[in-house]
């Protein structure tokens, strides 16, 4: 079945680092990819996505590009800031069969003033 | 355009007891879907309602269970509560089926 691996967290930065978060996938067909962002209590909010590969999508200074050949997702942004501390979720909808959203564990980002 | 509002945001049950939930998706979304978030289990699905119907079912047992109304709003019902349905429940709306989903904040149930 379909499954996204993120890296382990936390992950703590000092503000203005670079910030890259791993994700890859497993999935049949061409499935379309996430990033969801969870602010300490609150919801998931959609932060970007991409539906076919080389398609780069971005948002808020953060990118990631669809990569079929890694199966690969990374989540990247050149300057963090103390506003950006939160968990950060990859996730993947299949184009056939199941469409329902299969996300992984998360992230957390803590960056440091 | 508003987002998904969910009510209550905070639940305080105690085991046996039932709770309902509620969601009101974005304005035109006709399809809405319920995650359970755990620190142990991550994000997991609970069912996707689309017009009226329940159109998918994650692997949670009978207590579990919702229905949607003829203007999209959705409420989703755990009876016999356990310890273990602790939890952050969330809605999520989208235009149709297959399309992009959006979240509320989340309820957050303790079960004592």
């Known amino acids: 079945g379909d499954s996204v691996t993120q890296m382990e967290g936390p992950v703590t930065l000092s503000e203005e680092a670079f910030l890259t978060i791993n994700c890859t996938y497993t999935?049949?067909?061409?499935?379309?990819l996430f990033w969801y962002v969870q602010y300490p209590g609150e919801g998931l909010q959609l932060l970007l996505k991409a539906t076919k590969a080389d398609d780069k999508g971005s948002n808020k200074g953060f990118e990631a590009t669809y990569r079929k050949e890694t199966t690969s997702f990374h989540l990247e942004k050149g300057s963090v800031q103390v506003s950006d501390s939160a968990v950060y979720f990859c996730a993947l909808s299949s184009s056939g069969g199941s469409y329902i959203p299969t996300f992984g564990r998360g992230t957390s980002l803590i960056v440091h003033p | 355009k508003a987002g998904v509002t969910q009510t209550p945001r905070y639940l305080i049950k105690t085991r046996g007891q039932q709770v309902t939930l509620s969601c009101s998706p974005i304005?035109?979304?006709?399809?809405v879907s319920w995650y359970q978030q755990t620190p142990g289990q991550g994000l997991q699905f609970l069912f996707e309602y689309f017009s009226e119907t329940q159109r998918n079912k994650g692997n949670f047992p009978g207590r579990f269970s919702g229905r949607q109304f003829s203007n999209s709003r959705s409420e989703m019902n755990v009876s016999t509560l356990e310890l273990g349905d602790s939890a952050l429940y969330l809605c999520?709306?989208?235009?149709?089926?297959?399309?992009?989903?959006?979240f509320g904040p989340g309820t957050r149930l303790t079960v004592l």
């Open positions: 999520a709306s989208s235009s149709s089926i297959r399309d992009t989903q959006y």
């Open positions: 999935a049949t067909g061409y499935p379309s």
């Open positions: 304005s035109g979304h006709r399809s």
